[in-house]
Structure formats: structure tokens, C-alpha cells
């Protein structure tokens, strides 16, 4: 199952922030269901009305509080970007791909945030 991102808002703050050629995106993710090898789909696309943008996203950074590392793998929509989990590894190694299968509870009940930048239509 994908990952469900919603706008992240606050008071009279939208989630949604423009300059002159990007539009950031503040926002939670919400997991649930099975990782895939390689990732797990990330679809912006849920957020729009507020997210005018038409192009994927350029970058984003993804952090959550349980421990895990979230990667952002760049899609070429707003629909197919995808995001690594990635688990603890021994001293000096690289860190580990979460295995394909249902996610871990510190994955489901963590509070997972990010920021991507899009470019302006």
C-alpha cells in the first residue's frame, strides 16, 4: 500500500509555502499496509488542491522519531515518488533496507514529517 501524505497545517499556515520558483510542501506521512523492495509509493498528488504545482518533486527530506531513516527516492510525477525505510546495521556498515512485508509498529505508529520542494508552473 502507498504512503499517505496530507498537507501539514497549522493555525492559518496552509502546509504550503511559495517563492519566486519553488513551492515547498510541508507534510506528514502516514504508513500502513506492506513495504515494497525498493520503496514504498509516495503520492503527493492527495494534497492538492493545496499543492499547485504540476511537476514532481525536486527533493524532499523525511524524518520520523522511532529510530528508522527515511529516504526519498525523486519519481518522475507527483504519484510515483517513492521512499526507502531503512533499519539499524552493525558498526561501520551502511544502513539496511527494511525487508518486504508488513511494516514493523515503529514504523506505523511513528510520527513521520517531511518538506519537498517543487518547481513553480
Same mark, same amino acid.
Given at each position: 500500500?502507498? /504512503?499517505a501524505a496530507a498537507?501539514?497545517?497549522?493555525?492559518?499556515?496552509?502546509?504550503v509555502t511559495n517563492?519566486?520558483?519553488?513551492?515547498? /510542501?510541508?507534510?506528514?506521512?502516514?504508513?500502513?499496509? $506492506?513495504? #515494497?523492495?525498493?520503496?514504498? &509509493? @509516495? $503520492?503527493?498528488?492527495?494534497?492538492?488542491? @493545496? /499543492?499547485?504545482?504540476?511537476?514532481?518533486?525536486l527533493q524532499a527530506?523525511?524524518?520520523?522519531?522511532?529510530?528508522?531513516?527515511?529516504?526519498?527516492? +525523486?519519481?518522475?510525477? +507527483? #504519484? $510515483?515518488?517513492?521512499?526507502?525505510? /531503512?533499519?539499524? #546495521?552493525?558498526?561501520?556498515?551502511? @544502513?539496511?533496507?527494511? &525487508?518486504?512485508?508488513?511494516?514493523?509498529?515503529?514504523?506505523?505508529?511513528?510520527?513521520? &514529517?517531511?518538506?519537498?520542494?517543487?518547481?513553480?508552473?
Amino acid at each position: 500500500m502507498a /504512503l499517505a501524505a496530507a498537507a501539514q497545517q497549522q493555525g492559518s499556515f496552509s502546509g504550503v509555502t511559495n517563492d519566486q520558483f519553488i513551492e515547498y /510542501l510541508f507534510f506528514t506521512v502516514t504508513a500502513s499496509g $506492506n513495504y #515494497a523492495t525498493n520503496g514504498d &509509493t @509516495l $503520492n503527493f498528488q492527495g494534497v492538492t488542491p @493545496l /499543492l499547485i504545482s504540476p511537476f514532481a518533486a525536486l527533493q524532499a527530506v523525511i524524518t520520523g522519531i522511532a529510530g528508522f531513516v527515511y529516504s526519498f527516492v +525523486q519519481g518522475t510525477t +507527483q #504519484a $510515483n515518488a517513492k521512499v526507502k525505510v /531503512l533499519t539499524g #546495521a552493525a558498526a561501520q556498515s551502511p @544502513l539496511t533496507e527494511l &525487508t518486504a512485508g508488513a511494516y514493523p509498529g515503529g514504523v506505523t505508529g511513528d510520527t513521520i &514529517t517531511g518538506v519537498a520542494s517543487f518547481p513553480r508552473a
